[in-house]
C-alpha cells in the first residue's frame, strides 16, 4: 500500500528558508475510521519519529484491503522545537519567542460552547449515536473555519497559533487521535487516557496509564477530546448515557533526546495493536490478548513532582522505576555555600509510597529546580 505524500507550508523565516509538514496518508480499500498520528510536538521527544517510520514501513507491506478507513500520520511535527539547541543539548519544550509551551496552545472548543445544553436537547431524540457525533463535528467545524480564517487577515496572528491551527487543521475529524512524546528527562513508557477508555488504553500494552483528570490546559489530546467529553456528560445530566467512538492518547516513550529501541518498539507494538482491535487495521495476527492484560491506572492528581528545596549537586538518587515507601531516601543534595561554612548534604525524603517515573537528567540543580517525579 502506498501513501498519499503531502507537504505542508508552516512558516518563512526572516533567511527566506521555509518549514514545512509532511503529512503521509494511508487510505484503505474500505470506508471506516480516521486515525491521527503525530510525533516530536516538543523538540528534545524524539523517540515517536522512529516509531511513525516503522509503522509507515509495515503499512507499505499490507494491501488496501487490510485497512479500513485511513491512518494519517506526522513525523518531526514541530520543526521549530525539534531545531532549538543549546550546546548539545535540545530543549525545543518552549517557544522561546513568545514563552509559551509548545502543547499548551492549542484551540479549544469546550471553553466557548455556550450552546451545549440547547444542542444535547436537540439530540435527545437522535438513536444513532454517529448521527449526533457528525451534527457536533459540523459545528465545531463552523466554529474552527471562522478561526483559522484569522491566519488570512491583514494583522494575521502569532506564529503558535498559526502551527496549531495548522495542526489542529489535520486532526480536527479524526476519530482516533495518538501523540506520541517522551519526558524531557528520563523516564518509563506510560500512556495518558481520558474518562471512561480504560478498556482502549489496555490495547496498547503499557504497564500503566494515568487517567487526566487534572488539566495542564490546552493541550493537544485535550483540545481535541474535551467538546466530546462535555457533551458525553450534558447527556448524562439530561438522563441519556451515552459514549462516542472518540479517543485521544498521549504515549510517552520513555526518555528525551534519545531513540531507545525498547521505548520504540514497544510504542510500534502498542499502536499496531491498537488499531487491529479498532478494527482499522483487519490483520488477524496482530492482535494481542489484552483482554486479560493487567494494567496499572492512576490520576493525573496522584503525581507528586519534586524539587530542589537547596540548590546544590544530586547524589545518592533513586533508580527510574523504583517503588518507594513515605519516609524513605529519595535523593541527595551536596549542597556548597559562600557562607564561610563546609559543604553539607541535605536528605531528601519521600512524603508518600509511590513508584518512580520521571527524573530529571541534570543533576546540577537551583533551589526550585525539578529533580523526580512520582505517582502514586
Same mark, same amino acid.
Given at each position: 500500500?502506498?501513501?498519499?505524500?503531502?507537504?505542508?507550508?508552516?512558516?518563512?523565516?526572516?533567511?527566506?528558508?521555509?518549514?514545512?509538514?509532511?503529512?503521509?496518508?494511508?487510505?484503505?480499500?474500505?470506508?471506516?475510521?480516521?486515525?491521527?498520528?503525530?510525533?516530536?510536538?516538543?523538540?528534545?521527544?524524539?523517540?515517536?519519529?522512529?516509531?511513525?517510520?516503522?509503522?509507515?514501513?509495515?503499512?507499505?507491506?499490507?494491501?488496501?484491503?487490510?485497512?479500513?478507513?485511513?491512518?494519517?500520520?506526522?513525523?518531526?511535527?514541530?520543526?521549530?522545537?525539534?531545531?532549538?539547541?543549546?550546546?548539545?543539548?535540545?530543549?525545543?519544550?518552549?517557544?522561546?519567542?513568545?514563552?509559551?509551551?509548545?502543547?499548551?496552545?492549542?484551540?479549544?472548543?469546550?471553553?466557548?460552547?455556550?450552546?451545549?445544553?440547547?444542542?444535547?436537547?436537540?439530540?435527545?431524540?437522535?438513536?444513532?449515536?454517529?448521527?449526533?457525533?457528525?451534527?457536533?463535528?459540523?459545528?465545531?467545524?463552523?466554529?474552527?473555519?471562522?478561526?483559522?480564517?484569522?491566519?488570512?487577515?491583514?494583522?494575521?496572528?502569532?506564529?503558535?497559533?498559526?502551527?496549531?491551527?495548522?495542526?489542529?487543521?489535520?486532526?480536527?475529524?479524526? +476519530?482516533?487521535?495518538?501523540?506520541?512524546?517522551?519526558?524531557?528527562?528520563? @523516564? $518509563? &513508557?506510560?500512556?495518558?487516557?481520558?474518562?471512561? !477508555? =480504560?478498556?482502549?488504553?489496555?490495547?496498547?500494552?503499557?504497564?500503566?496509564?494515568?487517567?487526566?483528570?487534572?488539566?495542564?490546559? +490546552?493541550?493537544?489530546?485535550?483540545?481535541?477530546?474535551?467538546?466530546?467529553? @462535555? $457533551? &458525553?456528560?450534558?447527556?448524562?445530566?439530561?438522563? !441519556? =448515557?451515552?459514549?462516542?467512538?472518540?479517543?485521544?492518547?498521549?504515549?510517552?516513550?520513555?526518555?528525551?533526546?534519545?531513540?531507545?529501541?525498547?521505548?520504540?518498539?514497544?510504542?510500534?507494538?502498542?499502536?499496531?495493536?491498537?488499531?487491529?482491535?479498532?478494527?482499522?487495521?483487519?490483520?488477524?495476527?496482530?492482535?494481542?490478548?489484552?483482554?486479560?492484560?493487567?494494567?496499572?491506572?492512576?490520576?493525573?492528581?496522584?503525581?507528586?513532582?519534586?524539587?530542589?528545596?537547596?540548590?546544590?549537586?544530586?547524589?545518592?538518587?533513586?533508580?527510574?522505576?523504583?517503588?518507594?515507601?513515605?519516609?524513605?531516601?529519595?535523593?541527595?543534595?551536596?549542597?556548597?555555600?559562600?557562607?564561610?561554612?563546609?559543604?553539607?548534604?541535605?536528605?531528601?525524603?519521600?512524603?508518600?509510597?509511590?513508584?518512580?517515573?520521571?527524573?530529571?537528567?541534570?543533576?546540577?540543580?537551583?533551589?526550585?529546580?525539578?529533580?523526580?517525579?512520582?505517582?502514586?
Amino acid at each position: 500500500m502506498q501513501p498519499v505524500i503531502e507537504s505542508i507550508l508552516l512558516r518563512q523565516m526572516a533567511s527566506g528558508d521555509r518549514l514545512y509538514l509532511q503529512l503521509y496518508k494511508f487510505i484503505g480499500a474500505q470506508p471506516g475510521k480516521k486515525v491521527y498520528i503525530q510525533s516530536n510536538l516538543h523538540g528534545a521527544e524524539i523517540a515517536g519519529n522512529a516509531v511513525i517510520h516503522q509503522l509507515i514501513e509495515f503499512f507499505l507491506t499490507i494491501n488496501d484491503p487490510d485497512l479500513a478507513g485511513e491512518i494519517w500520520l506526522v513525523p518531526v511535527c514541530n520543526p521549530m522545537g525539534t531545531n532549538e539547541r543549546a550546546h548539545h543539548f535540545s530543549p525545543g519544550r518552549y517557544c522561546v519567542y513568545e514563552a509559551k509551551d509548545w502543547n499548551r496552545i492549542f484551540w479549544d472548543y469546550e471553553k466557548e460552547a455556550d450552546d451545549l445544553v440547547a444542542f444535547t436537547k436537540s439530540q435527545l431524540h437522535i438513536i444513532d449515536v454517529e448521527v449526533v457525533r457528525q451534527n457536533y463535528l459540523t459545528i465545531i467545524k463552523q466554529q474552527f473555519a471562522k478561526v483559522l480564517e484569522k491566519i488570512n487577515f491583514p494583522s494575521a496572528v502569532p506564529y503558535t497559533k498559526v502551527f496549531s491551527y495548522k495542526l489542529q487543521n489535520l486532526s480536527l475529524d479524526a +476519530d482516533y487521535l495518538i501523540d506520541l512524546h517522551s519526558s524531557t528527562d528520563q @523516564a $518509563l &513508557e506510560y500512556l495518558y487516557y481520558f474518562r471512561n !477508555r =480504560e478498556d482502549s488504553a489496555k490495547y496498547f500494552g503499557f504497564d500503566f496509564g494515568i487517567l487526566l483528570d487534572k488539566y495542564d490546559g +490546552d493541550a493537544f489530546d485535550e483540545a481535541f477530546i474535551k467538546p466530546w467529553l @462535555a $457533551l &458525553e456528560a450534558c447527556f448524562k445530566e439530561l438522563g !441519556r =448515557e451515552i459514549k462516542f467512538d472518540v479517543e485521544a492518547w498521549t504515549l510517552e516513550l520513555g526518555t528525551g533526546m534519545q531513540m531507545n529501541p525498547d521505548s520504540v518498539a514497544k510504542g510500534v507494538q502498542g499502536v499496531k495493536n491498537y488499531l487491529a482491535q479498532k478494527g482499522v487495521l483487519q490483520i488477524p495476527n496482530l492482535l494481542d490478548d489484552t483482554k486479560t492484560y493487567e494494567m496499572t491506572f492512576t490520576s493525573s492528581s496522584n503525581r507528586k513532582k519534586y524539587y530542589a528545596i537547596a540548590g546544590g549537586m544530586i547524589q545518592s538518587r533513586i533508580k527510574l522505576g523504583s517503588s518507594i515507601k513515605a519516609g524513605e531516601k529519595l535523593y541527595q543534595i551536596l549542597s556548597f555555600n559562600k557562607e564561610g561554612k563546609l559543604p553539607s548534604v541535605i536528605d531528601v525524603c519521600a512524603q508518600q509510597d509511590g513508584l518512580v517515573y520521571d527524573v530529571a537528567t541534570n543533576q546540577a540543580v537551583n533551589e526550585g529546580e525539578f529533580v523526580l517525579g512520582v505517582i502514586s
